[in-house]
T-cell receptor, first 112, second 112 residues
Framework: KQEVTQIPAALSVPEGENLVLNCSFTDSAIYNLQWFRQDPGKGLTSLLLIQSSQREQTSGRLNASLDKSSGRSTLYIAASQPGDSATYLCAAIGTAGNKLTFGGGTRVLVKP | NAGVTQTPKFQVLKTGQSMTLQCAQDMNHNSMYWYRQDPGMGLRLIYYSASEGTTDKGEVPNGYNVSRLNKREFSLRLESAAPSQTSVYFC???????????FGPGTRLLVL
């Protein structure tokens, strides 16, 4: 059974610092891995989707890497802003392609 | 283009009452999902539908039933609500296994 872990559960940084968010998964036989952002009281918004054949994916200030052999993905957010404050979740998609297994999320606070 | 919509936004039930949570999408996606999100437990898959006419159990299906009414709509029914079903329920859709998953805004359910 796939298990996805995100450590730390919470993170606080001053504005302008780079953010590094970690995601680890136990079963390396994944189809792809997705990073989401969730604002308080809201649904999830997709940030990046990394296919299993890819090593990384980039969108603006966001970069996500994937290392299947070690069971890890990392989300980098460059030059953090207070608007980046949110909870970030990763999800691993199994090889059947249908089921996502979510990590518990990392709650990020960027202080002005 | 509304994306994924959920009704109601908030509901209070008494133990033993029944209700149906509605989800609709206008993105012409094949797959639809129901999740629940609880503090400390993350997002857990209740049921999913890979395509119109099919449904499958997820991680926590007990106490729930689903109906994939057509390609657009996927409903979740609680036949006899219990306090343990107090949660935030999210519907999600996806075009295919290699595609991004899109979430609705959620339904907050309180069972007294």
């Amino acid at each position: 059974k796939q298990e996805v872990t995100q450590i730390p559960a919470a993170l606080s940084v001053p504005e302008g610092e780079n953010l590094v968010l970690n995601c680890s998964f136990t079963d390396s036989a994944i189809y792809n891995l997705q990073w989401f952002r969730q604002d308080p009281g809201k649904g999830l918004t997709s940030l990046l989707l990394i296919q299993s054949s890819q090593r990384e994916q980039t969108s603006g200030r966001l970069n996500a890497s994937l290392d299947k052999s070690s069971g890890r993905s990392t989300l980098y957010i460059a030059a953090s802003q207070p608007g980046d404050s949110a909870t970030y979740l990763c999800a691993a998609i199994g090889t059947a392609g249908n089921k996502l297994t979510f990590g518990g999320g990392t709650r990020v606070l960027v202080k002005p | 283009n509304a994306g994924v919509t959920q009704t109601p936004k908030f509901q209070v039930l008494k133990t033993g009452q029944s209700m149906t949570l509605q989800c609709a999408q206008d993105m012409n996606h094949n797959s639809m999902y129901w999740y629940r999100q609880d503090p400390g437990m993350g997002l857990r898959l209740i049921y999913y539908s890979a395509s119109e006419g099919t449904t499958d159990k997820g991680e926590v299906p007990n106490g729930y039933n689903v109906s994939r009414l057509n390609k657009r709509e996927f409903s979740l029914r609680l036949e006899s609500a219990a306090p343990s079903q107090t949660s935030v329920y999210f519907c999600a859709t996806r075009a295919g296994a290699r595609e991004t998953q899109y979430f609705g805004p959620g339904t907050r359910l309180l069972v007294l």
